[in-house]
């Protein structure tokens, strides 16, 4: 078991003629995902990495039985490329595109909360079900299979988290980059949801950081819902206020909200351990399981 | 990316909302011109991209041409919070009642935009927010259907506005909504909006934020970007790309992706050290990425050591090894020492390339993090 993704997962790849998605799709397939199509306008019919490309999505689900889609198109075509996936009905799209206007995004956001379609992004490294399959650019060597979820908002946060819990022999059920964007598909609760529904998940690592407010929002999800533990780490504690630490979202307004002590004591006042280092959070794991 | 002032108001002003006489002045000569101009008393006022002017003395207001060219002399030129001001806003000044407040903002939490008006402006409308939640009105709007008029009079008659120019500040709402939606904006504000003793409602301040992400569709807007970094260590980072912020600390860092880079910072400050910078060289640096980012930390005279960390995906380690080492050999004598920590793609390799006389190579972030603090402790000494 596992969340999301799996053996089974049909991939089709929106943007796969570009540079990014023709290597990441190489990738993605070394690593054993069943990536099945290709779609790009005016591409139907080339072949990329041994995949077939249509024109559009609705063709390729047609014709591969596509049910989850990777978005590599550029920023200013993004948007398009999710609703379409979108309106396709797939049960998974995955956006790996950074710098998606915040405003298009608004939009994508509506359309998303009228179809039963889980969106993980933009701006994210994707989801991984080690061993079985991977929709996006994480590197697939770092994970091993086993029963710790992982979701995070940061990309190279998660590499270094995961790094850690493999180190300890401790495996992953599934790893989900949710994004930092301000405006995304899967949030913090919907992951967590996903991950107290697995059998296979016995323990959660929640990666936040400063800015917005997500993370209170999660903690109280946690310890009203949850029964699955959950050990959660917070980038930005040293991060000073109105200053953006890189990810859009990532900025610690003047009226104080989205600090990182908020988060923390959210997350450990609804029984959620914080570490102070990524080595603490995977001593944590240790302990809970 | 911010608008100054000046150009956020030609933009209300051109959509129709009304905003007092003013000019724009390079220099005092230009200033008393212009205070001549719109007529006394004017306020003058510094262009730059700093909360709270008037209290660090960046706005005056003047009563006649004396008054207007020592107030000129003063602000022209001046350091206003580490910005050097090399335009004012000459501006006429307005007879007020009553100060309002109208923004519009993307609402993160809930995914759509949000509408707010407020009869406590003038003052920071992120105070009132924290103290008295309940003195802004606000309205969530459907980003696929717009504003409807009924949602700009319910957040004004919600807010309390007097019923006499209810109709006036609906409509300055509803042309704010629309410029925010057409311009891609983030936040679009008017505090204070004035209201005059005849029941004139005017833009005395302007905010416009435009999303950077979008301005690939605004070429206009992306024309009027003036972002006077905060120093020049901030330019340099722009000129280079990388997203970069400076604090007060010794210890350099360095490293990929914002999570990831803030943990680091987070890591020296855990350790005892005290971070010098946030720098994100971004996924997929090659060797030039490399060497400027290592130009960024050298130049800032705080830094003690550098501490420079990759976790590669796209990242490949060894083409960042090479990357430094090239960057390193270019130098005499190394300008502050360098640890180094390799993960992911091609680390191994990464390490095997990286030349030991040049850096000390770590196996793990907390290693890398702990013998980059004790470096700096050695030069305090």
Not at chain 1, 234 to 261: L, N, Q
């Amino acid at each position: 078991m596992s969340v999301l993704v799996d053996d089974d997962t049909r991939v089709v790849v929106q943007g796969i003629t570009g540079g990014e998605g023709k290597f990441h799709t190489e990738q993605m397939m070394e690593y054993g995902t069943n990536v099945v199509a290709g779609a790009v306008p005016g591409k139907g019919g080339e072949e990329v990495a041994g995949v077939p490309v249509y024109d559009t999505v609705d063709q390729a689900v047609e014709a591969e039985d596509a049910d989850a889609s990777v978005v590599f198109v550029p920023p200013a075509f993004a948007a398009d490329a999710c609703f379409e996936a979108l309106d396709t009905d797939l049960d998974l799209v995955v956006a790996i595109t950074e710098g998606i206007p915040t405003q298009d995004m608004s939009k994508v956001y509506k359309r998303l909360g009228e179809t039963d379609t889980h969106l993980i992004g933009p701006n994210c490294p994707g989801i991984i079900t080690p061993g079985e399959a991977k929709l996006g650019i994480l590197p697939g060597n770092i994970f091993s299979s086993g029963n710790v979820g992982l979701v995070s908002r940061s990309g190279t946060l998660t590499y270094q988290v995961v790094d850690n819990l493999t180190d300890r022999g401790l495996g992953q059920s599934t790893a989900i980059g949710i994004g930092g964007d301000p405006i995304i598909g899967t949030d913090f609760i919907d992951a967590l949801e996903l991950f107290e529904e697995d059998p296979d998940t016995h323990a959660v690592v929640m990666c936040g950081e400063i800015g917005g407010e997500d993370e209170e929002e999660a903690a109280r999800y946690i310890g009203e819902y949850m029964d699955t533990p959950v050990v959660g780490f917070i980038a930005g504690r040293t991060a000073p206020p109105g200053k953006r630490m890189g990810h859009a979202g990532a900025i610690v307004s003047g009226s104080g909200t989205g600090t990182a002590e908020s988060k923390i004591s959210a997350l450990e006042d609804n029984g959620a351990p914080v570490g102070d280092t990524p080595e603490e959070v995977v001593d944590h794991i240790e302990d809970l399981l | 990316m911010r608008l100054h002032e000046y150009q956020a108001k030609e933009v209300f002003s051109e959509a129709g909302i009304p905003t007092p006489d003013s000019k724009l002045a390079e220099t005092v000569d230009e200033a008393v011109a212009a205070a001549e101009d719109v007529g006394y008393p004017c306020a003058i006022k510094a262009q730059v991209h700093v909360g709270g002017r008037g209290k660090a003395g960046g706005i005056k207001l003047v009563e006649s041409e004396d008054e207007a060219r020592e107030a000129a002399e003063d602000i022209i030129g001046m350091d206003l919070k580490g910005y050097h001001v090399d335009k004012v806003l000459v501006e006429a000044a307005v007879d007020f009642v009553n100060e309002l407040y109208v923004g519009v903002t993307m609402d993160r939490g809930e995914g759509k935009p949000v509408a707010m008006v407020s009869t406590r402006g003038g003052v920071n409308i992120e105070e009132v927010a924290e103290e008295d939640p309940d003195a802004i009105a606000r309205e969530h709007i459907d980003p696929s259907f717009g504003m409807q008029p009924y949602q700009a009079r319910k957040a004004v008659y919600d807010a309390g506005v007097d019923q006499s120019i209810a109709g006036d500040v609906a409509s300055i709402l509803t042309t704010l909504y629309e410029l925010w939606d057409d311009k891609d904006g983030s936040d679009a504000e008017i505090n204070p909006l004035m209201v005059t003793g005849d029941d004139e409602v005017i833009a005395a301040d302007a905010v416009m934020n435009v999303d950077s992400d979008a301005l690939f569709r605004h070429p206009d807007l992306a024309e009027m970007e003036d972002e006077a970094a905060d120093d020049d260590l901030e330019a340099k980072a722009n000129e280079y790309g990388f997203d970069y912020v400076r604090l007060d600390g010794n210890v350099g860092i360095i490293g990929n992706g914002a999570g990831l880079v803030m943990t680091t910072l987070d890591l020296v400050d855990y350790y005892g050290g005290k971070p010098a910078n946030f720098l994100d060289i971004g996924g997929g640096a090659k060797a030039e990425r490399v060497a400027n980012a290592l130009d960024m930390v050298f130049s800032d005279e705080n830094v003690d050591a550098v501490v420079f960390n990759i976790f590669g995906g796209i990242t490949r380690g060894d083409e960042v090894a090479n990357g430094i080492n090239d960057a390193l050999e270019q130098f005499d004598e190394i300008p502050k020492p360098v640890v180094v920590r390799l993960a992911g793609t091609k680390a191994e390799e990464g390490m095997e390339i990286l030349n030991t006389d040049l850096v000390q190579v770590e196996a793990t972030l907390e290693d890398a993090v702990q013998a980059t603090v004790s470096l700096t402790e050695e030069v305090d000494q």
